[in-house]
């Protein structure tokens, strides 16, 4: 289906390029309405920028090897395609783009878009998503480090993720129903909800303001520390230890932690964990519901 916000132009101008190979630098420079299907960018030729500075393209059952292809490009549609790793940052500085049934494996493969919905996609890629806005994610795999480093406005449903130094600085992020596998995530993040997920990985969410976990299970040393403005509604805490350091916290927990560490405000509700407060501005209320189990 081509691309619903696509309104501009009808259907039936859109020009069909199908079977072909592209190798040659900016083979389809500045087209505007063309139904790219079953070609390759691909060759000795090792053209770069294959579709630049476009607008109103739908590009389907297609290869992609080569660097650059979709810079500067504005209602772009991608779908059940190969981007490789020699596909080089493959979509820069573009907006109103949709990605679906496709695999993303190139290093810094999505960079400065804006209103970008990928679904059903696998990406692979180092430094991915880096100061892009409007972002859904929607049954996507993913492995990279600097996940949506500086991203905004994310929405991601049923994201499962490896690696590191993910979600970064994100502002106005909603998380649902998401496993992340992931070390030092949301680091200085704002405004950002996590519902129903799993949270695994050392040094979670540290400098963050406004992070609320909700009905998660988070894994992990030394998690949620220096945090203001955090919430935490019936979360599980397994092997977390250190806990809360000189964070503003509110927090129902339903399992026992090994150990809280000097939080400075507000209050905690858990079953037991090993309390320590060794500073004079540790503040925050601590009520155990089982101490027994200490």
């Known amino acids: 289906m081509f691309l619903e916000k696509d309104r501009i132009m009808k259907q039936s101008e859109y020009i069909k390029i199908e079977g072909k190979r ?4 900016r083979a389809l420079y500045a087209s505007r309405g063309v139904y790219v299907k079953n070609c390759a960018f691909d060759g000795p030729e090792d ?3 294959a579709l630049k500075e476009s607008s109103c393209v739908l590009v389907e059952d297609t290869f992609c090897n080569l660097r ?4 500067h490009d504005t209602t772009l549609e991608l779908k059940n395609c190969q981007l490789t790793e020699l596909c080089r940052a493959a979509l820069w500085y573009s907006e109103e783009i949709q990605i679906s049934d496709s695999r993303l494996h190139g290093i810094k493969a999505l960079r400065e878009c804006a209103n970008v919905s990928i679904t059903d996609t696998d990406v ?3 430094e ?3 100061m892009t806005r409007g972002v859904s994610l929607t049954r996507v795999t993913a492995e990279g480090e ?3 480093f500086r991203g905004a406005d994310l929405v991601a449903r049923e994201l499962n993720f490896r690696g590191k130094y993910s979600f970064q600085y994100v502002e106005n992020a909603r998380f649902e129903d998401c496993v992340l596998d992931t070390k030092d995530a949301f680091w200085h993040a704002k405004n950002v909800t996590v519902r129903n997920c799993v949270v695994k990985g050392e040094y979670l969410a540290w400098y963050s303001d406004g992070l609320t976990l909700e009905n998660c299970k988070i894994i992990g040393t030394q998690p949620l520390c220096y945090c203001t403005n955090l919430k935490l509604i019936n979360c599980e805490m397994i092997d977390t230890d250190l806990a809360f350091e000189r964070s503003h916290v509110e927090a129902t927990l339903t399992a026992p932690l090994i150990s809280i560490k ?4 507000g209050s905690i509700t858990a079953p037991s964990a090993e309390l320590i407060l060794d500073d004079p501005a540790a503040k925050c209320h601590i009520h155990f519901t089982d101490p027994s189990l200490a």
Do not use: M
């Not at 650059?68 to 810079?71: A, D, E, G, T, V």
């Not at 000097?262 to 405000?265: E, G, L, M, V």
């Open 47 to 49: 053209g770069e920028s």
């Open 124 to 126: 692979r890629s180092a």
């Open 22 to 25: 592209f190798g040659e630098e």
């Open 146 to 148: 600097y996940f949506f």
């Open 262 to 265: 000097n939080p400075y405000s």
């Open 68 to 71: 650059y292809p979709f810079w």
């Open 128 to 130: 991915f998503g880096w």
